[in-house]
């Protein structure tokens, strides 16, 4: 399995990014697909999150109305779009594959999900 996510950097609040992640090594369309972030010394937080069997998502409070998770299944890749940024949005954002095609343990349960990719890093000031 891998996954590999692109797309972060530095942006002004009240910008936007666009977050990728590229997956391969396995059926990426029957995996629930999602993103967490993390800033040091906190634990990792599910942000959004997109269901395999029936394109269901789900947002942390803090994101919803602004973020917007999205997938393509033939290119095997997963988007975050990421809307009127705050400087608390400020974390490593990761890709996360479930085992589940379902939502699992729940939608944001670390349980559910088994592979994660490297990270990468949005800064908003």
């Known amino acids: 399995v891998q996954l590999v996510e692109s797309g972060g950097g530095s942006v002004q609040a009240g910008g936007s990014l666009r977050l990728s992640c590229a997956a391969s090594?396995?059926?990426?369309?029957?995996?629930?697909m999602g993103w967490f972030r993390q800033t040091p010394g906190k634990e990792r937080e599910g942000v959004a999150t997109?269901?395999?069997?029936?394109?269901?998502?789900a947002y942390a409070d803090s994101v919803k109305g602004r973020f917007t998770i999205s997938r393509d299944n033939a290119k095997k890749r997963l988007f975050l779009d990421m809307n009127s940024l705050k400087p608390e949005d400020t974390a490593m954002y990761y890709c996360?594959?479930?085992?589940?095609?379902?939502w699992g343990y729940g939608p944001f349960s670390t349980k559910s999900f088994v592979s994660w990719g490297q990270g990468t890093q949005v800064t908003v000031s």
């Open positions: 090594g396995f059926t990426y369309s029957g995996s629930t």
């Open positions: 996360a594959q479930s085992r589940y095609s379902g």
């Open positions: 997109i269901n395999a069997d029936d394109g269901n998502t």
